[in-house]
């Protein structure tokens, strides 16, 4: 696993314009960690907890179960991989996990419904999902809170009060990287979005943060929008769908992480010269960055893929210790970093093919230092013990 520390910038939040009013749950934070809320999407929920003072349905060694919604692309694959060949080992030896039980939903919300029920009805004591529609699942969240099942939202967020999430700011780090990517490129121009999975909260959340940018460059127009569904293959496919029936100049591409490879891939088979492509971690387009010194001034870290499984996984494990989450939704922000910094951990070989991600690593994407100001109660997961 291609795993590559970038510490330049490492939790530095980035102030936006604009101010989130502070709210129940957000006044016991620090002001470094509310400062990680600035420009956040609207609908993400930042009310109390409900699971401050609550406690398990049964005592460690815990099973969780993974409703995914989706397999098809190699980010959800590198988020697997952590959780069931690094994090399930660890806190098998720990004592604390029995076992994970995945099913798979395949962007069908009523079967992942009906999977999230079954899996309360297995007797799990803790349920994850990741970038689901951020209120289809808010029924089965209901159905398992009663059950004394908490149901955790990682890498985008569910609105039922009953739910817990922790992510990235992605409404903040959607404007910041358009912006950087707009600015690169001049600040005037056409402009293509390539987004996520239509009414995938993570994704809704990046193009709404991505579309207030372009309000700051009045030269700048947005003509046109593609779902990449974060899938390298898909993305090219649709790129280049576009490219071929718009013959106008595009100064740049707005890009959701991940498929940037594709993206850069559908580029290049056009003949067109290549022009800035936001980068969030692909290790395929990071490598042609390398060779191409100059093309682009940054990359961005918004969802390494293995380090937000981390990250969940970590929640929802001090969530079953009892350690009191303060606030439904867990953020921290998004971060920009040098072309130079960005490759630095790449070979002179590498190659546009690699799937691979450019990942800080869970040390620098969710330290434990940051994560203990969000619970009333806090240890480090892993050294919990209990009474």
């Known amino acids: 696993m291609l795993r590559k520390t970038l510490t330049a910038v490492v939790a530095v939040p980035v102030l936006l314009c604009g101010t989130m009013a502070v709210a129940q749950g957000l006044d016991e934070l620090s002001p ?24 398990p349905r049964s005592e460690a060694p815990w099973t969780i179960g993974y409703a995914s919604s989706y397999a ?9 991989t952590r959780l069931m060949d690094v994090m399930l080992p660890a806190y098998k030896e720990a004592g604390l996990l029995e076992d994970v039980i995945v099913t798979q939903s395949d962007l069908n919300d009523a079967r992942q419904i009906q999977q999230i029920r079954q899996l309360v009805d297995q007797g799990v004591d803790a349920i994850i999902v990741c970038c689901s529609n951020p209120v289809a699942l808010n029924g089965a969240v209901e159905y398992a809170y009663g059950k004394g099942v908490v149901v955790f939202s ?12 922790a992510s990235a700011n992605y409404g903040s780090g959607g404007y910041e990287i358009a912006k950087a990517l707009i600015a690169e490129a001049g600040g005037k121009g056409n402009f293509l979005l390539a987004s996520g999975i239509a009414g995938a909260a993570s994704s809704e959340s990046f193009d709404i943060g991505a579309k207030r940018a372009f ?13 990449g569904n974060w899938t390298d293959q898909v993305a090219q496919t649709e790129v280049q769908k576009f490219l071929a029936t718009n013959p106008a100049e595009i100064a740049g591409i707005v890009a959701q992480g991940s498929q940037e490879t594709g993206i850069l891939k559908a580029v290049l088979q056009s003949g067109r010269e290549v022009m800035p492509i936001s980068l969030a971690g692909s ?32 929640v929802v494990m001090r ?29 002179d070989d590498c190659s546009i093919d690699s799937t691979e991600f450019l990942q800080p690593g869970i040390e620098t994407w969710f330290p434990d230092e940051w994560a203990s100001g969000f619970f009333m109660n806090p240890v480090a997961p892993l050294e919990w013990k209990a009474n």
């Not at 985008?156 to 009060?161: F, K, W």
């Not at 309000?215 to 779902?227: C, M, R, S």
């Not at 867990?330 to 790449?346: C, H, W």
């Open 32 to 55: 470094e960690l509310q400062a990680a809320y600035e420009g956040a999407e609207p609908g993400q929920p930042v009310g109390p907890s409900a699971y401050r003072d609550w406690k």
């Open 72 to 80: 098809g692309n190699t980010w959800r694959a590198e988020g697997m």
């Open 154 to 165: 990682y890498s985008g967020y569910l609105t039922s009060d009953k739910a817990l999430n």
């Open 215 to 227: 309000e700051e460059f009045p030269e700048a127009k947005l003509i046109g929008q593609v779902f």
């Open 283 to 314: 290790a395929g387009a990071a490598c042609y960055m390398k060779q191409n010194p100059g093309w682009m001034s940054h990359g961005f870290q918004i969802w390494p893929p293995g380090d937000e499984m981390e990250l969940g996984i970590n």
């Open 319 to 347: 969530t079953l210790q009892g350690q009191g989450p303060k606030i439904q939704s867990i953020l921290r922000p998004v971060y920009r970093v040098s072309a130079e910094d960005y490759v630095a951990g790449l070979a």
